[in-house]
Nanobody, 121 residues
Framework: QVQLVESGGGLVQPGGSLRLSCAASGSIFRINAMAWYRQAPGKQRELVAAITSSSSTNYADSVKGRFTISRDNDKNTVYLQMNSLKPEDTAVYYC???????????????WGQGTQVTVSS
């Protein structure tokens, strides 16, 4: 099927930047939309940003103007550039992809294992 592996999380001071990456691998026939979600302790998982196969994007209001989602279709990779980070951005960030694996009739929603982002002084 399809595996998603995130990288790039870590500890950063308020106002700092991080870049998350998520690489898809496996028996990929087609990747449709890709997205980043996050989940803070005690809170529900929420959509941060999403990007279609044609690179149309949308963002949560809380990150507009600070985060940028992009993708490299040749590398089956999605990125999240996070600038001006705030303590409230602290969460586990999950990659998500709607993808069709080779041999499967329909697309399936896939998730990565998550990467921790901590914004603290």
């Amino acid at each position: 099927q399809v595996q998603l592996v995130e990288s790039g999380g870590g500890l950063v001071q308020p106002g700092g930047s991080l870049r998350l990456s998520c690489a898809a691998s496996g028996s990929i026939f087609r990747i449709n939309a890709m997205a980043w979600y996050r989940q803070a302790p005690g809170k529900q998982r929420e959509l941060v940003a999403a990007i279609t196969s044609s690179s149309s994007t949308n963002y949560a209001d809380s990150v507009k103007g600070r985060f940028t989602i992009s993708r490299d279709n040749d590398k089956n990779t999605v990125y999240l550039q996070m600038n001006s980070l705030k303590p409230e951005d602290t969460a586990v960030y999950y990659c998500n992809a709607d993808a069709k694996a080779t041999g499967f009739r329909m697309s399936t929603n896939y998730w990565g294992q998550g990467t921790q982002v901590t914004v603290s002084s």
